[in-house]
């Protein structure tokens, strides 16, 4: 008997159903990962203008410091206590920038560290897509093997049935011709005996 003409596609669709959720779900990662990535840019974007704008104002600190100092060597008698405590708000200015470019430099370090992972793991989840993409045409191709191996073994098994019957029905009508013949000869004898002639009944 041949083949349910619905195998195929239910074999078809259940192969579609099986991948679409882990697709799903690694698209979804991947996209969630490209908005990661995205973020993590625009934050080390500001840390750095941050970083820039600190090493600017340290630079301009230190240039109006050695400006201060300058006139300060011409008014030293009179301003002693001004120049120290002066000099210790530069310090503690300059201790605190110290301190902040130093935190800015970690995060940026911390974000290009998060930049590294975030990219190896787009790699990773886009080399797992391609597996599973193959792993699923590798699927449909077994399936498709299979299926026709099973038309095969179905014509096989329906010609060999065919060519069987044929056999039967031919020795079957092999014996009922001759008993066909063995029983027509027998009822023509006994006409003859009765003394009637086959042919003219």
Not at 99 to 125: A, D, F, G, I, Y
Not at 127 to 148: C, S, T, Y
């Amino acid at each position: 008997m041949p083949p349910k003409k619905g195998g195929k596609r239910k074999i078809k669709n259940t192969m579609k159903k099986l991948p679409e959720k882990s697709e799903n779900d690694l698209e979804a990662k991947y996209k969630r990962s490209i908005l990661d990535i995205a973020v993590l840019q625009d934050h080390l974007a500001l840390r750095y203008d941050s970083a820039m704008k600190a090493q600017s104002d340290s630079t301009d600190l230190k240039r109006r410091m050695r400006d201060m100092e300058q006139r300060l060597q011409h008014e030293r008698q009179g301003h002693r206590d001004f120049n120290s405590d002066f000099s210790r708000q530069f310090q503690t200015m300059q201790a605190e920038l110290t301190t902040k470019v130093k935190r800015l430099e970690e995060q940026v370090s911390t974000l290009r560290e998060q930049l590294v992972l975030c990219q190896e793991e787009l790699r990773t989840e886009k080399r797992e897509r391609e597996q599973v993409e193959q792993d699923k045409d590798a699927a449909i191709a077994d399936l498709q093997h299979k299926l026709d191996n099973m038309e095969t073994d179905y014509e096989k098994i329906l010609h060999d049935t065919l060519d069987g019957l044929t056999s039967q029905l031919s020795e079957a009508r092999q014996r009922w011709e001759d008993k066909s013949t063995a029983i027509h000869q027998e009822y023509k004898e006994l006409l003859a005996d009765f003394g009637l002639n086959a042919l003219d009944i």
